[in-house]
């Protein structure tokens, strides 16, 4: 990615430069969210990952507060490899 100046506008950017940051960014976030995130962390289906949350393997990784989830991505596959 090329040095972009903090100090650019957004409405600036290339819209391959915006992409590149939103990317970035993404690729930085620590947690994924809910079954479908827990899915793409494991690379599996909704269901299947829903199963592998039940059983309890990945509670360390997990926070869970009614039906909102936030899934530690690291912790989760370091929990997942061990079983």
């Known amino acids: 990615m090329k040095n972009i100046n903090p100090q650019t506008p957004i409405c600036n950017l290339t819209v391959e430069e915006f992409l590149e940051i939103s990317k970035k960014i993404n690729s930085e976030s620590k947690y994924e969210y809910g079954l479908k995130g827990l899915a793409k ?9 829903s199963e592998i949350k039940s059983s309890g393997i990945l509670d360390e990784a997990i926070i869970q507060n009614r039906n909102i989830i936030i ?13």
């Open 41 to 49: 962390i494991l690379g599996c289906s909704v269901s299947k990952a």
């Open 71 to 83: 899934i530690d991505k690291e912790k989760a596959l370091q929990l997942f490899a061990k079983k």
